[in-house]
T-cell receptor, first 114, second 109 residues
Framework: DGGITQSPKYLFRKEGQNVTLSCEQN?????MYWYRQDPGQGLRLIYY???????QKGDIAEGYSVSREKKESFPLTVTSAQKNPTAFYLC?????????????FGNGTRLTVT | GQNIDQPTEMTATEGAIVQINCTYQ??????LFWYQQHAGEAPTFLSY??LDGLEEKGRFSSFLSRSKGYSYLLLKELQMKDSASYLC??????????WGAGTKLIIKP
């Protein structure tokens, strides 16, 4: 079955440490996205990538970094510069061909930084 | 600024009908999505409206009025498994998604 896999589901880190969240898809989708979800707020876009080796900042990119070396993979690094990293992180993708295609989401990674 | 408003929480009874409203103010409009999200899980796509009117998909229907900046999601014959958050999102003129904070729907037996 095709889908998006995020790992791990839960992640705990100490303040000051960088941490990388994995996102892999086998849907052959070109575009991939990282969102952050906090209680009482809408999803906020961190980074997105329309094609391999290219990515753009979203609304809240500060303190985060990404890479897109392969079509299937779009890892997100939460750096120590991110002031409030504790959140639920969602990776998503869309197929090529339409700007209005619905997002396919992974099951998310809940990151807790203490 | 761009804004999507949804009620924070709603409660309904199993077997009943519930309507979840979404109002939006965005720079341009290229469609409106509804997603369902169970706690701790991924959002899943429910519907997409770009023209005015009602779209029906089984127990779920979605309505759009572009002139009023308004949409609703109608859930019929509610089941306990419908307890979830329902997210409204609008594609703006740049095809960027603007998300509402979601409506938590609680179904009581």
């Amino acid at each position: 079955d095709g889908g998006i896999t995020q790992s791990p589901k839960y992640l705990f880190r100490k303040e000051g440490q960088n941490v990388t969240l994995s996102c892999e898809q086998n849907l052959n989708h070109d575009a991939m996205y990282w969102y952050r979800q906090d209680p009482g707020q809408g999803l906020r876009l961190i980074y997105y990538s329309q094609i391999v080796n290219d990515f753009q900042k979203g609304d809240i990119a500060e303190g985060y970094s990404v890479s897109r070396e392969k079509k299937e993979s779009f890892p997100l690094t939460v750096t120590s510069a991110q002031k409030n990293p504790t959140a639920f992180y969602l990776c998503a993708s869309t197929p090529p061909g339409s700007n209005s295609s619905p997002l396919h989401f992974g099951n998310g990674t809940r990151l807790t930084v203490t | 600024g761009q804004n999507i408003d949804q009620p924070t929480e709603m409660t309904a009874t199993e077997g009943a009908i519930v309507q979840i409203n979404c109002t939006y103010q965005t720079s341009g409009f290229n469609g409106l999505f509804w997603y369902q999200q169970h706690a701790g899980e991924a959002p899943t796509f429910l519907s997409y409206n770009v023209l005015d009117g009602l779209e029906e998909k089984g127990r779920f229907s979605s309505f759009l009025s572009r002139s009023k900046g308004y949409s609703y999601l109608l859930l019929k014959e509610l089941q306990m498994k419908d307890s979830a958050s329902y997210l409204c999102a609008v594609l703006d003129s740049n095809y960027q998604l603007i998300w509402g904070a979601g409506t938590k729907l609680i179904i009581k037996p």
